[in-house]
Protein backbone atom coordinates (compact mmCIF):
# COMPACT_ATOMS: atom_id res chain seq x y z
CA UNK A 1 0.00 0.00 0.00
CA UNK A 2 1.69 3.25 -1.31
CA UNK A 3 0.76 5.65 2.16
CA UNK A 4 3.43 8.01 2.17
CA UNK A 5 3.86 8.95 5.79
CA UNK A 6 6.71 11.25 6.73
CA UNK A 7 9.61 10.35 8.51
CA UNK A 8 9.29 12.80 11.25
CA UNK A 9 6.79 10.51 13.38
CA UNK A 10 8.63 10.35 16.35
CA UNK A 11 6.67 12.86 18.61
CA UNK A 12 8.50 15.13 20.57
CA UNK A 13 7.43 16.41 23.82
CA UNK A 14 8.33 19.93 22.83
CA UNK A 15 5.32 19.73 20.68
CA UNK A 16 2.78 19.24 22.90
CA UNK A 17 1.60 22.45 25.05
CA UNK A 18 2.12 21.61 28.24
CA UNK A 19 -0.67 22.24 31.03
CA UNK A 20 -1.47 21.33 34.26
CA UNK A 21 -3.79 17.97 34.78
CA UNK A 22 -7.62 18.68 35.48
CA UNK A 23 -7.95 19.21 39.35
CA UNK A 24 -8.71 15.94 40.77
CA UNK A 25 -12.27 15.55 42.41
CA UNK A 26 -10.94 13.64 45.19
CA UNK A 27 -12.77 10.14 44.02
CA UNK A 28 -11.00 7.86 42.15
CA UNK A 29 -14.26 7.09 39.86
CA UNK A 30 -14.61 10.10 38.89
CA UNK A 31 -11.35 10.61 38.06
CA UNK A 32 -11.05 8.08 35.80
CA UNK A 33 -13.77 9.76 33.71
CA UNK A 34 -11.60 13.45 33.85
CA UNK A 35 -14.72 15.11 35.50
CA UNK A 36 -12.22 17.08 37.03
CA UNK A 37 -12.35 18.77 33.22
CA UNK A 38 -15.52 19.90 33.77
CA UNK A 39 -15.44 21.22 37.23
CA UNK A 40 -12.60 23.78 35.57
CA UNK A 41 -15.22 24.72 33.02
CA UNK A 42 -17.47 25.46 35.70
CA UNK A 43 -20.20 22.99 34.30
CA UNK A 44 -22.82 22.04 37.30
CA UNK A 45 -26.32 21.61 35.25
CA UNK A 46 -27.37 25.05 36.86
CA UNK A 47 -31.09 25.37 35.33
CA UNK A 48 -31.56 21.97 34.31
CA UNK A 49 -33.47 18.88 35.17
CA UNK A 50 -32.28 15.29 35.18
CA UNK A 51 -35.22 12.72 35.91
CA UNK A 52 -34.98 8.99 37.59
CA UNK A 53 -37.11 5.68 37.37
CA UNK A 54 -36.10 4.34 41.16
CA UNK A 55 -37.52 3.72 44.57
CA UNK A 56 -37.86 7.25 45.20
CA UNK A 57 -35.46 9.82 47.39
CA UNK A 58 -34.54 11.77 50.84
CA UNK A 59 -36.00 15.26 48.99
CA UNK A 60 -34.82 16.52 52.46
CA UNK A 61 -31.52 15.22 52.66
CA UNK A 62 -28.74 17.86 52.38
CA UNK A 63 -26.80 16.65 49.12
CA UNK A 64 -29.85 17.52 47.15
CA UNK A 65 -30.10 21.28 48.63
CA UNK A 66 -33.77 21.72 48.12
CA UNK A 67 -33.29 20.80 43.93
CA UNK A 68 -35.82 17.88 43.98
CA UNK A 69 -38.75 19.98 41.88
CA UNK A 70 -40.87 17.07 40.95
CA UNK A 71 -42.15 13.65 41.56
CA UNK A 72 -44.29 11.05 40.88
CA UNK A 73 -45.08 7.76 42.41
CA UNK A 74 -46.49 4.54 40.51
CA UNK A 75 -47.92 1.18 42.68
CA UNK A 76 -49.95 -1.48 42.70
CA UNK A 77 -50.82 -2.01 46.47
CA UNK A 78 -51.34 1.86 47.57
CA UNK A 79 -47.83 1.88 48.28
CA UNK A 80 -47.22 5.67 47.51
CA UNK A 81 -46.72 8.10 50.30
CA UNK A 82 -50.79 9.22 49.68
CA UNK A 83 -51.24 5.47 50.36
CA UNK A 84 -52.84 5.79 46.57
CA UNK A 85 -51.64 4.01 43.25
CA UNK A 86 -50.60 7.27 42.11
CA UNK A 87 -49.18 10.33 43.16
CA UNK A 88 -47.06 13.47 41.74
CA UNK A 89 -45.44 16.37 42.83
CA UNK A 90 -42.42 16.48 45.37
CA UNK A 91 -43.80 14.69 47.85
CA UNK A 92 -44.50 11.43 45.39
CA UNK A 93 -40.61 11.24 45.30
CA UNK A 94 -40.39 10.32 48.85
CA UNK A 95 -38.54 7.19 49.22
CA UNK A 96 -39.82 4.57 51.90
CA UNK A 97 -38.86 5.15 55.44
CA UNK A 98 -35.58 3.18 56.44
CA UNK A 99 -36.83 1.01 58.94
CA UNK A 100 -36.37 -2.80 60.07
CA UNK A 101 -39.28 -3.81 57.84
CA UNK A 102 -38.32 -2.12 54.71
CA UNK A 103 -35.11 -4.01 52.27
CA UNK A 104 -32.24 -1.24 53.10
CA UNK A 105 -31.93 -1.45 49.33
CA UNK A 106 -35.82 0.39 49.04
CA UNK A 107 -34.68 3.23 51.04
CA UNK A 108 -31.47 3.93 49.76
CA UNK A 109 -31.51 3.08 45.90
CA UNK A 110 -32.84 6.38 44.47
CA UNK A 111 -30.59 8.64 47.24
CA UNK A 112 -27.55 6.71 45.57
CA UNK A 113 -28.52 7.15 41.83
CA UNK A 114 -29.31 10.89 42.29
CA UNK A 115 -26.16 11.50 44.23
CA UNK A 116 -23.92 10.42 41.64
CA UNK A 117 -25.59 12.42 39.11
CA UNK A 118 -26.32 15.81 41.21
CA UNK A 119 -25.46 15.76 44.51
CA UNK A 120 -24.41 19.10 45.70
CA UNK A 121 -20.87 20.87 46.20
CA UNK A 122 -21.81 22.45 49.84
CA UNK A 123 -22.42 20.09 52.41
CA UNK A 124 -20.66 19.32 55.40
CA UNK A 125 -18.55 16.31 54.82
CA UNK A 126 -15.90 16.10 52.23
CA UNK A 127 -17.48 14.02 49.45
CA UNK A 128 -16.82 15.58 46.24
CA UNK A 129 -20.55 16.01 45.15
CA UNK A 130 -22.09 14.50 42.19
CA UNK A 131 -21.21 15.10 38.31
CA UNK A 132 -24.42 17.68 37.65
CA UNK A 133 -24.28 19.53 41.23
CA UNK A 134 -26.68 22.13 40.63
CA UNK A 135 -28.87 20.37 38.62
CA UNK A 136 -32.83 19.55 39.71
CA UNK A 137 -34.30 16.38 40.53
CA UNK A 138 -37.40 14.59 39.54
CA UNK A 139 -37.42 11.48 40.71
CA UNK A 140 -40.27 8.54 40.08
CA UNK A 141 -41.12 6.36 43.13
CA UNK A 142 -41.80 3.14 41.04
CA UNK A 143 -43.30 0.60 43.21
CA UNK A 144 -44.68 -1.63 40.58
CA UNK A 145 -40.97 -2.64 39.04
CA UNK A 146 -42.81 -3.27 36.21
CA UNK A 147 -42.85 -2.12 32.66
CA UNK A 148 -46.33 -0.86 33.20
CA UNK A 149 -44.66 1.83 36.10
CA UNK A 150 -41.63 2.57 33.80
CA UNK A 151 -43.84 3.57 31.42
CA UNK A 152 -46.11 5.46 33.43
CA UNK A 153 -43.56 7.30 35.01
CA UNK A 154 -41.60 8.05 31.09
CA UNK A 155 -44.86 9.45 30.36
CA UNK A 156 -45.16 11.71 33.11
CA UNK A 157 -41.37 13.05 32.86
CA UNK A 158 -42.68 14.13 28.65
CA UNK A 159 -45.68 16.39 30.70
CA UNK A 160 -43.09 18.26 32.56
CA UNK A 161 -40.15 17.98 30.55
CA UNK A 162 -40.89 21.75 29.90
CA UNK A 163 -41.99 22.84 32.82
CA UNK A 164 -38.75 21.68 34.31
CA UNK A 165 -36.41 21.84 31.47
CA UNK A 166 -35.77 18.23 31.64
CA UNK A 167 -32.27 16.93 29.29
CA UNK A 168 -32.12 13.37 30.42
CA UNK A 169 -34.02 10.45 31.78
CA UNK A 170 -31.70 7.77 34.05
CA UNK A 171 -33.30 4.28 34.92
CA UNK A 172 -31.67 2.24 37.35
CA UNK A 173 -33.90 -1.16 36.85
CA UNK A 174 -35.09 -3.77 34.58
CA UNK A 175 -35.92 -7.29 33.96
CA UNK A 176 -34.15 -9.36 31.01
CA UNK A 177 -36.63 -9.81 28.60
CA UNK A 178 -38.60 -13.02 27.34
CA UNK A 179 -36.24 -15.62 25.78
CA UNK A 180 -38.19 -15.27 22.65
CA UNK A 181 -37.32 -11.34 22.60
CA UNK A 182 -33.66 -11.86 23.68
CA UNK A 183 -33.01 -10.99 20.17
CA UNK A 184 -35.51 -8.22 19.61
CA UNK A 185 -35.63 -6.56 22.60
CA UNK A 186 -38.49 -3.61 21.14
CA UNK A 187 -40.26 -6.59 20.49
CA UNK A 188 -40.89 -7.38 24.18
CA UNK A 189 -42.47 -4.16 24.85
CA UNK A 190 -43.26 -1.63 21.73
CA UNK A 191 -45.35 0.58 24.32
CA UNK A 192 -41.89 1.13 25.98
CA UNK A 193 -40.12 1.98 23.17
CA UNK A 194 -42.77 3.96 22.10
CA UNK A 195 -42.59 5.89 25.53
CA UNK A 196 -39.01 6.59 25.39
CA UNK A 197 -38.72 7.20 22.01
CA UNK A 198 -41.43 10.49 22.77
CA UNK A 199 -38.80 11.35 24.70
CA UNK A 200 -35.34 11.23 22.35
CA UNK A 201 -37.81 12.82 19.68
CA UNK A 202 -38.08 15.76 21.92
CA UNK A 203 -34.13 15.85 22.48
CA UNK A 204 -34.45 13.96 26.21
CA UNK A 205 -32.19 10.89 26.01
CA UNK A 206 -32.85 7.69 28.48
CA UNK A 207 -30.10 5.97 30.46
CA UNK A 208 -30.26 2.89 31.31
CA UNK A 209 -27.98 0.43 33.28
CA UNK A 210 -27.53 -3.32 31.77
CA UNK A 211 -27.59 -5.00 34.80
CA UNK A 212 -25.28 -6.87 37.26
CA UNK A 213 -26.17 -11.04 36.18
CA UNK A 214 -22.77 -11.03 34.79
CA UNK A 215 -24.31 -11.71 31.24
CA UNK A 216 -21.77 -10.57 28.24
CA UNK A 217 -24.26 -11.34 25.84
CA UNK A 218 -27.32 -9.47 26.46
CA UNK A 219 -28.91 -6.71 28.92
CA UNK A 220 -32.13 -5.87 30.98
CA UNK A 221 -35.24 -3.88 29.41
CA UNK A 222 -35.01 -1.32 28.99
CA UNK A 223 -31.10 -0.64 28.53
CA UNK A 224 -31.65 -3.54 25.49
CA UNK A 225 -33.83 -1.48 23.88
CA UNK A 226 -32.22 0.70 20.32
CA UNK A 227 -33.14 4.39 21.27
CA UNK A 228 -32.22 3.78 24.93
CA UNK A 229 -28.75 4.54 25.88
CA UNK A 230 -27.12 1.29 27.69
CA UNK A 231 -24.60 1.91 30.32
CA UNK A 232 -22.23 -1.00 31.38
CA UNK A 233 -19.80 -0.96 34.54
CA UNK A 234 -15.97 -0.66 35.16
CA UNK A 235 -13.90 -1.18 38.06
CA UNK A 236 -11.80 2.44 39.39
CA UNK A 237 -8.96 0.78 37.94
CA UNK A 238 -10.70 0.36 34.17
CA UNK A 239 -11.33 -2.68 34.19
CA UNK A 240 -14.55 -4.02 33.01
CA UNK A 241 -16.38 -5.33 36.26
CA UNK A 242 -16.99 -8.81 35.98
CA UNK A 243 -20.53 -9.06 37.17
CA UNK A 244 -21.59 -6.37 34.46
CA UNK A 245 -24.47 -7.66 32.03
CA UNK A 246 -23.27 -6.79 27.75
CA UNK A 247 -23.39 -7.66 24.40
CA UNK A 248 -22.80 -6.11 21.21
CA UNK A 249 -25.56 -3.60 21.47
CA UNK A 250 -23.95 -1.95 24.88
CA UNK A 251 -23.43 1.95 24.65
CA UNK A 252 -20.93 2.87 27.30
CA UNK A 253 -18.72 1.73 29.93
CA UNK A 254 -18.64 3.96 33.45
CA UNK A 255 -17.10 3.13 37.20
CA UNK A 256 -19.56 2.43 39.62
CA UNK A 257 -17.31 3.10 42.83
CA UNK A 258 -18.04 6.50 43.46
CA UNK A 259 -19.13 8.58 47.04
CA UNK A 260 -22.76 9.38 47.22
CA UNK A 261 -25.79 9.55 49.23
CA UNK A 262 -27.14 7.06 51.08
CA UNK A 263 -31.31 7.57 53.47
CA UNK A 264 -29.56 9.15 55.91
CA UNK A 265 -25.78 10.08 55.16
CA UNK A 266 -23.40 9.27 53.03
CA UNK A 267 -22.26 5.90 50.68
CA UNK A 268 -20.81 4.05 47.80
CA UNK A 269 -22.41 3.32 44.95
CA UNK A 270 -22.45 -0.24 43.52
CA UNK A 271 -23.36 -1.91 40.05
CA UNK A 272 -24.76 -0.28 36.68
CA UNK A 273 -27.02 1.23 39.06
CA UNK A 274 -24.67 3.91 40.18
CA UNK A 275 -22.26 4.05 36.23
CA UNK A 276 -25.85 4.61 34.65
CA UNK A 277 -26.60 8.39 36.41
CA UNK A 278 -22.80 9.08 35.86
CA UNK A 279 -23.35 8.99 32.25
CA UNK A 280 -26.83 10.60 32.07
CA UNK A 281 -25.83 13.57 34.12
CA UNK A 282 -23.04 13.75 31.82
CA UNK A 283 -25.66 14.82 29.07
CA UNK A 284 -26.42 17.92 30.82
CA UNK A 285 -23.32 19.28 31.11
CA UNK A 286 -22.86 18.67 27.28
CA UNK A 287 -25.99 20.73 26.86
CA UNK A 288 -24.83 23.29 29.28
CA UNK A 289 -21.58 24.13 27.23
CA UNK A 290 -23.48 23.47 23.73
CA UNK A 291 -27.33 23.69 23.56
CA UNK A 292 -27.90 22.46 20.49
CA UNK A 293 -26.23 19.59 20.70
CA UNK A 294 -27.87 16.08 19.90
CA UNK A 295 -28.27 13.22 20.92
CA UNK A 296 -26.21 11.64 18.26
CA UNK A 297 -23.64 14.44 18.64
CA UNK A 298 -23.13 13.76 22.24
CA UNK A 299 -22.73 9.83 21.48
CA UNK A 300 -20.64 10.05 19.13
CA UNK A 301 -18.78 12.55 21.55
CA UNK A 302 -18.42 9.65 24.12
CA UNK A 303 -17.13 7.28 21.03
CA UNK A 304 -14.45 9.58 19.61
CA UNK A 305 -12.96 10.77 23.27
CA UNK A 306 -13.61 7.76 25.52
CA UNK A 307 -11.34 4.75 26.47
CA UNK A 308 -12.19 1.74 24.13
CA UNK A 309 -12.69 -0.89 25.99
CA UNK A 310 -13.00 -4.54 25.37
CA UNK A 311 -15.93 -7.05 26.81
CA UNK A 312 -16.20 -10.81 26.28
CA UNK A 313 -18.08 -9.94 23.16
CA UNK A 314 -17.18 -6.77 22.03
CA UNK A 315 -16.37 -3.47 23.16
CA UNK A 316 -17.24 0.22 23.68
CA UNK A 317 -15.94 3.59 24.81
CA UNK A 318 -15.56 4.32 28.77
CA UNK A 319 -16.93 8.04 29.16
CA UNK A 320 -14.38 10.54 29.47
CA UNK A 321 -16.24 13.57 30.46
CA UNK A 322 -13.16 16.04 30.21
CA UNK A 323 -12.91 14.71 26.47
CA UNK A 324 -16.36 14.65 25.31
CA UNK A 325 -17.74 18.15 27.35
CA UNK A 326 -14.08 20.12 25.07
CA UNK A 327 -15.51 18.12 21.60
CA UNK A 328 -18.80 19.21 21.98
CA UNK A 329 -17.68 22.47 22.59
CA UNK A 330 -15.97 22.19 19.63
CA UNK A 331 -19.47 22.02 17.50
CA UNK A 332 -20.89 25.50 19.17
CA UNK A 333 -18.14 27.61 17.70
CA UNK A 334 -18.89 25.80 14.40
CA UNK A 335 -16.36 22.38 13.83
CA UNK A 336 -20.18 20.74 12.13
CA UNK A 337 -17.60 18.38 9.75
CA UNK A 338 -16.28 16.08 12.45
CA UNK A 339 -18.06 12.75 11.72
CA UNK A 340 -20.69 13.67 13.57
CA UNK A 341 -24.00 11.51 14.11
CA UNK A 342 -22.13 8.23 13.69
CA UNK A 343 -19.01 6.04 14.43
CA UNK A 344 -17.71 6.09 11.26
CA UNK A 345 -18.80 8.20 8.50
CA UNK A 346 -21.53 6.99 5.69
CA UNK A 347 -19.81 4.78 3.09
CA UNK A 348 -18.69 7.40 0.26
CA UNK A 349 -18.59 10.54 2.16
CA UNK A 350 -14.87 11.69 2.93
CA UNK A 351 -14.02 12.19 6.52
CA UNK A 352 -11.35 12.19 9.06
CA UNK A 353 -11.57 12.00 12.67
CA UNK A 354 -9.90 11.06 15.37
CA UNK A 355 -10.81 9.25 18.69
CA UNK A 356 -9.34 8.24 21.63
CA UNK A 357 -8.28 4.45 22.15
CA UNK A 358 -6.60 4.27 25.69
CA UNK A 359 -5.75 6.38 28.37
CA UNK A 360 -2.52 7.66 26.83
CA UNK A 361 -3.53 7.07 22.86
CA UNK A 362 -5.25 8.91 20.01
CA UNK A 363 -5.58 7.41 16.60
CA UNK A 364 -6.65 9.89 13.60
CA UNK A 365 -8.56 8.11 10.98
CA UNK A 366 -9.20 9.13 7.23
CA UNK A 367 -12.07 7.86 4.92
CA UNK A 368 -12.20 7.87 1.50
CA UNK A 369 -9.18 10.27 0.80
CA UNK A 370 -9.33 11.56 -3.05
CA UNK A 371 -6.79 11.42 -4.64
CA UNK A 372 -3.42 13.96 -4.37
CA UNK A 373 -4.65 15.06 -1.22
CA UNK A 374 -2.48 15.88 1.72
CA UNK A 375 -3.86 14.91 5.12
CA UNK A 376 -1.25 16.21 8.01
CA UNK A 377 -1.96 15.25 11.58
CA UNK A 378 -0.86 18.25 13.45
CA UNK A 379 -0.24 19.40 17.41
CA UNK A 380 0.12 22.59 18.99
CA UNK A 381 3.33 23.29 20.36
CA UNK A 382 4.83 25.78 22.87
CA UNK A 383 4.24 28.68 20.93
CA UNK A 384 0.79 28.12 20.45
CA UNK A 385 1.59 27.15 16.22
CA UNK A 386 0.01 23.88 15.32
CA UNK A 387 3.26 21.72 13.53
CA UNK A 388 2.91 18.65 11.44
CA UNK A 389 4.02 15.39 12.65
CA UNK A 390 2.70 13.34 10.45
CA UNK A 391 0.97 13.09 6.47
CA UNK A 392 -0.50 11.24 4.20
CA UNK A 393 -0.65 11.86 0.50
CA UNK A 394 -3.54 10.01 -1.75
CA UNK A 395 -1.96 8.43 -5.10
CA UNK A 396 -4.10 7.16 -7.76
CA UNK A 397 -2.45 3.70 -7.02
CA UNK A 398 -3.86 3.86 -3.94
CA UNK A 399 -7.63 4.01 -5.42
CA UNK A 400 -8.08 1.36 -8.00
CA UNK A 401 -10.37 -1.02 -8.12
CA UNK A 402 -8.20 -4.08 -6.89
CA UNK A 403 -5.81 -2.26 -4.96
CA UNK A 404 -4.81 -1.99 -1.28
CA UNK A 405 -7.38 0.66 -0.21
CA UNK A 406 -10.28 -1.58 -1.52
CA UNK A 407 -9.23 -4.55 1.14
CA UNK A 408 -9.07 -1.77 3.97
CA UNK A 409 -11.89 -2.65 6.89
CA UNK A 410 -14.53 -0.28 5.72
CA UNK A 411 -12.40 1.39 3.35
CA UNK A 412 -10.67 3.28 6.25
CA UNK A 413 -7.05 4.68 5.90
CA UNK A 414 -6.14 3.71 9.52
CA UNK A 415 -3.30 6.55 9.60
CA UNK A 416 -1.98 7.50 12.79
CA UNK A 417 -1.32 6.59 16.27
CA UNK A 418 -0.50 9.58 18.51
CA UNK A 419 0.75 9.02 22.10
CA UNK A 420 -0.61 11.69 24.24
CA UNK A 421 1.90 13.77 26.85
CA UNK A 422 0.99 14.39 30.30
CA UNK A 423 -1.24 18.03 30.17
CA UNK A 424 -3.82 19.10 27.54
CA UNK A 425 -2.97 17.78 23.91
CA UNK A 426 -4.54 20.15 21.39
CA UNK A 427 -4.75 18.22 17.84
CA UNK A 428 -5.85 19.20 14.83
CA UNK A 429 -6.52 17.39 11.42
CA UNK A 430 -5.81 19.11 7.96
CA UNK A 431 -6.61 18.57 4.26
CA UNK A 432 -4.55 20.36 1.42
CA UNK A 433 -3.77 23.05 4.26
CA UNK A 434 -7.62 23.44 5.50
CA UNK A 435 -8.11 23.02 8.99
CA UNK A 436 -10.64 20.00 8.49
CA UNK A 437 -12.39 18.99 12.14
CA UNK A 438 -11.09 22.07 14.56
CA UNK A 439 -9.32 21.58 17.67
CA UNK A 440 -9.92 18.44 19.73
CA UNK A 441 -7.97 18.59 23.08
CA UNK A 442 -7.39 15.62 25.32
CA UNK A 443 -5.85 15.42 28.42
CA UNK A 444 -3.55 12.85 30.25
Given at each position: ????????????????????????????????????????????????????????????????????????CVSNTSSCPNKSNYQTGVEAAEAPPDVFTNPAEDSNHGNMVAGIAAGGLDVDVQIPGGVAPEANII????????????????????????????????????????????????????????????????????????????????????????????????????????????????????????????????????????????????????????????????????????????????????????????????????????????????????????????????????????????????????????????????????????GDYRNLTNDIYFVRTYELELGKNRLRIYIDGEDAIGTKTYSR
Amino acid sequence: MKLKIALSLAISSAFIAQASLAAPTGAPGFDLVNLGEARELNLTGNGMSIAFIDVGLTASHPYFEGRVVDGVCVSNTSSCPNKSNYQTGVEAAEAPPDVFTNPAEDSNHGNMVAGIAAGGLDVDVQIPGGVAPEANIIMARDDTRTVRGMIRSLDYFYEVREQHNLQAVSISMGRFPSRANMLSCESDSPALATSVQRLVDAGIPVFAAAGNEQNPYGMLLPACLPNVISVGAVENSGVVANWTNGGESLDVFAPYYLPTADYFGYMQGSGTSAATPLVAASFLLAREINPEVTINEFKTAIDQTGFLTKDVLSDASRIDIGGMVNAVADLADGDTTANLGNIGPDDGEQKVWMRRISDSQVKFYAKYPQLNQKIQFMAQGDSGEYEEFAWVRIEQSDLYGNGDYRNLTNDIYFVRTYELELGKNRLRIYIDGEDAIGTKTYSR
